[in-house]
């Protein structure tokens, strides 16, 4: 009786974790489509992982289970569950591995605004390494690369450059407001990225569109009181673009 009943826990858990999980990834894939690479999916994850032991487990009660209408109904949601939960972890593994990969390097010390112009013909060629992409800032804050803009979900991570050529990795990312509080006016410590947000532009004068990536790198402080945002319409306007010859 005792394994009967711990078998209904886990049956009823693993059909409330299963109604979760399918909600979570409803939601993932709605949030996806607005904000890309700012997804969070490790709660997921755990909810996934637990889903698929208690499967396990489940699957392991119900075999030892006397009774024959627990047994076959254990062993069938539990196995539905078990499969499921297989089929996902897969599948995210998968997608995981195909994701591709964005490494901004800023030179160390700058602060500001940045501005990535994807698809332009004299721009920087493309520096690929597999599914890695390395976008090398210059000191003006503007790359104009030959690469076209990756759509969709990607890993990204940001680095200061420092005068030796080592890395050094910036943590923070803000992806809401900063307030001008006064713990954030006095903030000149903490370095990070705010609001990567991507764009397009075709000036009156230009035979291309340009589709941009910008955000601003530094401190809140810097961000607050100190930042003179780039005019990108100005630059393009005095530093005109040439199409790729793939075509617009």
Same mark, same amino acid.
């Given at each position: 009786? /005792?394994?009967?009943?711990?078998?209904?826990?886990?049956?009823?858990?693993?059909?409330?974790?299963?109604?979760?999980?399918?909600?979570?990834?409803?939601?993932?894939?709605? &949030?996806?489509?607005?904000?890309?690479?700012?997804?969070? *999916?490790?709660?997921?994850?755990?909810?996934?992982? @637990?889903?698929?032991?208690?499967?396990? @487990?489940?699957?392991?009660? &119900?075999?030892?289970?006397?009774?024959?209408?627990?047994?076959?109904?254990?062993?069938?949601?539990?196995?539905?569950?078990?499969?499921?939960?297989?089929?996902?972890?897969? #599948?995210?593994?998968?997608?995981?591995?195909?994701?591709?990969?964005?490494?901004?390097?800023?030179?160390?010390?700058?602060?500001?605004?940045?501005?990535?112009?994807?698809? *332009?013909?004299?721009?920087?060629?493309?520096?690929?390494?597999?599914?890695?992409?390395?976008? /090398?800032?210059?000191?003006?804050?503007?790359?104009?690369?030959?690469?076209?803009?990756?759509h969709g979900l990607t890993t990204t991570a940001y680095?200061?450059?420092?005068?030796?050529?080592?890395?050094?990795?910036?943590?923070?990312?803000?992806?809401?407001?900063?307030?001008?509080?006064?713990?954030?006016?006095?903030?000149?410590?903490?370095?990070?990225?705010?609001?990567?947000?991507?764009?397009?532009?075709?000036?009156?004068?230009?035979?291309?569109?340009?589709?941009?990536?910008?955000?601003? *790198?530094?401190?809140?402080?810097?961000?607050? #009181?100190?930042?003179?945002?780039?005019?990108?319409? /100005?630059?393009?306007?005095?530093?005109?673009?040439?199409?790729? #010859?793939?075509?617009?």
């Amino acid at each position: 009786m /005792r394994g009967s009943k711990w078998l209904w826990i886990l049956t009823l858990a693993n059909i409330a974790i299963g109604s979760l999980v399918i909600l979570g990834i409803g939601a993932v894939l709605f &949030a996806l489509r607005a904000f890309a690479a700012y997804v969070k *999916v490790l709660p997921l994850g755990i909810l996934i992982f @637990v889903g698929f032991v208690l499967s396990l @487990v489940g699957i392991q009660i &119900a075999k030892r289970t006397n009774l024959r209408v627990p047994r076959r109904i254990g062993l069938i949601v539990n196995g539905s569950t078990l499969a499921v939960h297989s089929i996902i972890i897969v #599948s995210f593994t998968a997608t995981l591995v195909a994701i591709p990969r964005e490494r901004y390097l800023i030179p160390q010390g700058y602060m500001g605004n940045v501005y990535v112009i994807h698809g *332009v013909g004299d721009g920087e060629p493309e520096k690929r390494m597999f599914k890695e992409t390395t976008y /090398r800032i210059p000191q003006d804050g503007i790359l104009r690369t030959q690469s076209p803009i990756i759509h969709g979900l990607t890993t990204t991570a940001y680095y200061y450059v420092r005068a030796d050529g080592t890395l050094e990795r910036i943590r923070y990312e803000w992806y809401t407001t900063i307030s001008r509080t006064p713990e954030n006016l006095a903030n000149d410590k903490d370095i990070g990225i705010f609001f990567p947000r991507t764009g397009k532009y075709r000036g009156n004068d230009q035979k291309c569109s340009v589709e941009f990536l910008q955000f601003y *790198v530094g401190t809140k402080a810097y961000l607050l #009181s100190k930042n003179q945002p780039i005019d990108l319409v /100005r630059y393009l306007n005095e530093h005109p673009i040439t199409c790729r #010859s793939t075509g617009d």
